[in-house]
């Protein structure tokens, strides 16, 4: 468990010196420290949640550390993504226990779930067609300093630089899925949850998330993915859980994957 | 030639109210997706309260342009927080009868007090008199409504169309839910939208009230044209509101020039012809 966010010298580039090391703010780093001494940035007890009369999640439990990549996995309708809107706190009934960084948030409102830190990136990516690529990029507020600066998000996703007057639902999937985490980049929250981030990409776009992905994390920023391309899954995750039927179900860390290979191809259908 | 000018004066004043309440129809339908049928009423009262300002603390009209719609629209955000929010969500059916009950109850207590006639209100001294312009006389009242109007819709298209806040306001039309995810207080936002439409209702209640007199149901006349103004214009397209406002104003005035027996139905002529070809209006998006 890492216990303090690594410093820009120990990291090694990732893919070339295409795009130079990023440096985070180093008021992000003393701000992000409390939550790493616990080492526990979120703790999903007993979830439950309903959109309208259906219930959908029947008691999550699962918890993310400071610094990790977490996905959940699962097959379609299995309850991932409603997991993660009703830790965001988009999703009308819910009950249980989520904590976030020490605090409750299972009644906050979305809008202070999102000041408090943590960032959600939506699986239909929620591009506006109102807006160009900047507005877009610049809508999520700061929630706290730390965050990237333009340039270093136009490090990681150059394509986004070129494309900055267009309008946001003109870019091509895979830019718009880089807009789309880009964005909440640049807020300062510590915490990203990605749902889905490679869906209906081409291979090589797939790849530079990947990159993306294992680079934040080198970074310091915690991850929650969910997935169900378990072989991108795996080149980025450090733990994955097993969502069925609105609950967890398994989990185990990325070192235990070749003795769960088994049960993982029951569980998706693989 | 003189007539036609002074018709096309005309119409540039009607043309400024129009584009001013439609604007403020505009916004609101596409923050809170109600169509908003108290907006004559809170045109009006817009009037009324700078006529109370003049006649009951002695505020003069350069003070009430600025009071008055931070009154009434203060009075609309009371009314967002307290009924209209709850409507969200629904059919537009439903926030057009509560916006038109309200319409019914705030011109109703306004007649019982005032009855219908019309209450005087006085051109401020400044913009009193005219300007000869060789080819016709110009009341400098008129054209300081026209350039006025102009200027505040100008300046509500830039605040929408080219500031964050206005990016804020554009993006929470398209997905609220996401937008509050990013850490913005959406319901505090759709109370400060419905705030500055009504306001902008209420500025041109202000403003009309030297010219039209001040009557509870000044705005009652005036709205159903306006809404026909809006069905052309296409609801939820800032420019389209203004520049429709503007042109339907005009194209009145030219009718009454040229053919007046239309004048008062050309509006809604037009308004039959763009929803047979172009329902959802000249610049609007599908409800």
């Not at chain 2, 916004?27 to 809170?32: A, E, R, S, T, Y």
């Not at chain 2, 009868?97 to 019914?104: C, D, E, N, R, V």
């Not at chain 2, 298209?157 to 996401?178: D, K, S």
Request: contains cysteine.
């Amino acid at each position: 468990m890492p216990t303090s966010r690594k410093t820009s010298a120990s990291r090694k580039p990732i893919w070339g010196q295409v795009m130079p090391d990023l440096k985070m703010a180093e008021a992000g780093a003393t701000k992000a420290a409390p939550s790493m001494a616990n080492g526990q940035v979120l703790s999903v007890q007993n979830l439950e949640a309903w959109y309208g009369e259906s219930h959908i999640l029947h008691g999550i439990n699962f918890d993310v550390n400071a610094g990790e990549v977490v996905t959940l996995l699962g097959r379609n309708g299995a309850g991932k993504t409603s997991t993660l809107k009703s830790i965001m706190g988009i999703i009308g009934k819910r009950t249980g226990s989520i904590n976030f960084n020490g605090q409750q948030i299972i009644r906050a409102t979305s809008d202070r779930i999102a000041r408090m830190g943590v960032a959600f990136c939506p699986e239909e990516r929620g591009i506006f067609a109102s807006l160009d690529v900047r507005e877009n990029l610049l809508l999520p507020p700061i929630v706290r300093s730390g965050g990237l600066s333009l340039d270093q998000i136009f490090d990681l996703f150059p394509n986004l630089k070129e494309r900055l007057n267009s309008q946001g639902t003109k870019l091509s999937g895979g830019e718009q899925q880089m807009l789309a985490i880009a964005r909440i980049l640049r807020t300062g929250a510590s915490f990203l949850m990605l749902d889905e981030p490679t869906e209906g990409l081409a291979p090589v776009i797939i790849q530079q998330i990947g990159h993306t992905i294992a680079r934040l994390k080198n970074e310091g920023f915690t991850i929650l993915l969910v997935e169900q391309n378990f072989r991108f899954a795996s080149t980025v995750a450090d733990r994955y859980y097993i969502v069925e039927h609105g609950q967890v179900i398994d989990g185990f860390a990325n070192s235990e994957l070749s003795s769960n290979m088994d049960k993982l191809h029951t569980y998706l259908g693989v | 030639m003189q007539a036609l000018y002074a018709q096309l004066l005309v119409g540039l004043i009607n043309g400024s109210f129009y584009a001013l309440l439609s604007l403020g129809l505009a916004v609101i339908f596409g923050m809170l997706n109600i169509i908003n049928f108290a907006h004559g009423a809170l045109y009006m009262m817009g009037a009324f309260c700078a006529y109370f300002l003049l006649n009951v603390a002695g505020i003069g009209y350069w003070p009430a342009l600025i009071i008055a719609p931070i009154a009434v629209g203060i009075f609309g955000m009371i009314l967002e927080r307290t009924m209209l929010q709850w409507l969200s969500g629904l059919d537009h059916l439903y926030g057009l009868l509560l916006t038109f009950g309200i319409a019914l109850i705030v011109q109703g207590v306004f007649q019982n007090y005032f009855g219908s006639s019309g209450l005087p209100y006085a051109i401020p001294d400044e913009l009193k008199g005219g300007m000869n312009l060789g080819f016709m006389f110009l009341p400098i009242y008129r054209g300081w409504v026209v350039v006025f109007s102009l200027a505040v819709c100008l300046a509500t298209w830039y605040l929408i169309e080219r500031t964050r806040l206005g990016a804020y306001l554009r993006a929470a039309t398209e997905n609220p839910t996401l937008v509050r995810a990013f850490g913005i207080n959406v319901p505090r936002m759709i109370t400060l939208t419905y705030g500055l439409g009504v306001g902008l209702a209420a500025l041109a209640g202000v403003l009309s009230a030297p010219i039209n007199q001040v009557r509870p149901l000044m705005g009652a006349d005036l709205i159903i044209v306006v809404f026909a103004v809006v069905v052309i214009g296409g609801m939820g397209s800032i420019m389209g509101s203004i520049i429709t406002g503007f042109a339907l104003g005009v194209i009145e005035g030219l009718t009454k020039y040229f053919y007046p027996e239309a004048s008062n139905t050309v509006v809604f002529v037009l308004m039959v012809l763009v929803l047979l070809i172009k329902p959802t209006g000249l610049t609007g998006r599908a409800a």
